[in-house]
């Protein structure tokens, strides 16, 4: 259905600003809009209390928890900026690094390889899920891979398999020193997340450093 405005048409969907015709925004992309905000206003309230606190681990608890906030910021632009429900993930991956990187204070270099002949296309409400994980064992590798004051490599790499994929996060710090993973929320967090996609995870120890791979059935 078309209004009328004078002696024009307005087609459905579109508003007048002045002398241009603008799209009229959806339901889905008004909402977009308020997630958006909301995760904005969110972030700079958690930010104002971490500088507030002068208790360390508080001001820790609370920095970890604005970088979780920013993962999931980044999730929602890709799924904002995808149109066909699916995500790029060498591409999300990286976006979400650079993100996670500010909380490493600068200290450790994060690398990220997802090259590869064909880009690996997840699907939209997959993509969540691997944001939790990422930033989970990405932000365990900057706190715990390397003793304090002590710089360190991080890398992430996103590699096809015959079943899938997989995501692999590897250090060259201190390495697991026969402490069982699986005991904190972040391990049990990974844990669940991963059973929820189907797939299997394991840690390594390199000795030195650290490898956690997480394979991915999918296509």
């Given at each position: 259905?078309?209004?009328?405005?004078?002696?024009?048409?307005?087609?459905?969907?579109?508003?007048?600003?002045?002398?241009?015709?603008?799209?009229?925004?959806?339901?889905?992309?008004?909402?977009?809009?308020?997630?958006?905000?909301?995760?904005?206003?969110?972030?700079?309230?958690?930010?104002?209390?971490?500088?507030?606190?002068?208790?360390?681990?508080?001001?820790?608890?609370?920095?970890?928890?604005?970088?979780?906030?920013?993962?999931?910021?980044?999730?929602?632009?890709?799924?904002?900026r995808s149109t066909e429900g699916a995500v790029d993930l060498g591409a999300y991956v990286g976006e979400l690094v650079r993100q996670l990187a500010l909380g490493c204070a600068g200290q450790h270099v994060i690398v990220v390889d997802a090259?590869?002949?064909?880009?690996?296309?997840?699907?939209?409400?997959?993509?969540?899920?691997?944001?939790?994980?990422?930033?989970?064992?990405?932000?365990?590798?900057?706190?715990?891979?390397?003793?304090?004051?002590?710089?360190?490599?991080?890398?992430?790499?996103?590699?096809?398999?015959?079943?899938?994929?997989?995501?692999?996060?590897?250090?060259?710090?201190?390495?697991?020193?026969?402490?069982?993973?699986?005991?904190?929320?972040?391990?049990?967090?990974?844990?669940?997340?991963?059973?929820?996609?189907?797939?299997?995870?394991?840690?390594?120890?390199?000795?030195?450093?650290?490898?956690?791979?997480?394979?991915?059935?999918?296509?």
């Amino acid at each position: 259905m078309s209004m009328m405005s004078g002696s024009s048409m307005i087609p459905e969907g579109m508003a007048v600003l002045g002398s241009r015709t603008l799209p009229v925004p959806t339901a889905a992309e008004e909402a977009d809009h308020r997630i958006a905000n909301s995760l904005q206003l969110v972030s700079a309230l958690i930010g104002m209390e971490a500088r507030r606190a002068k208790d360390p681990h508080a001001r820790a608890a609370l920095e970890s928890t604005l970088h979780r906030v920013a993962a999931v910021a980044g999730v929602h632009r890709h799924l904002h900026r995808s149109t066909e429900g699916a995500v790029d993930l060498g591409a999300y991956v990286g976006e979400l690094v650079r993100q996670l990187a500010l909380g490493c204070a600068g200290q450790h270099v994060i690398v990220v390889d997802a090259a590869g002949d064909r880009p690996i296309n997840v699907e939209a409400g997959d993509v969540s899920s691997l944001g939790i994980i990422v930033t989970e064992v990405i932000l365990n590798a900057c706190k715990y891979a390397y003793p304090a004051g002590v710089s360190g490599i991080v890398t992430l790499s996103v590699q096809r398999t015959r079943g899938g994929y997989k995501l692999v996060v590897e250090d060259k710090g201190k390495g697991l020193d026969g402490e069982t993973k699986g005991r904190g929320l972040g391990s049990r967090l990974i844990a669940s997340t991963a059973e929820r996609l189907g797939a299997s995870l394991w840690w390594e120890n390199l000795r030195p450093g650290t490898r956690f791979v997480l394979a991915v059935p999918c296509c």
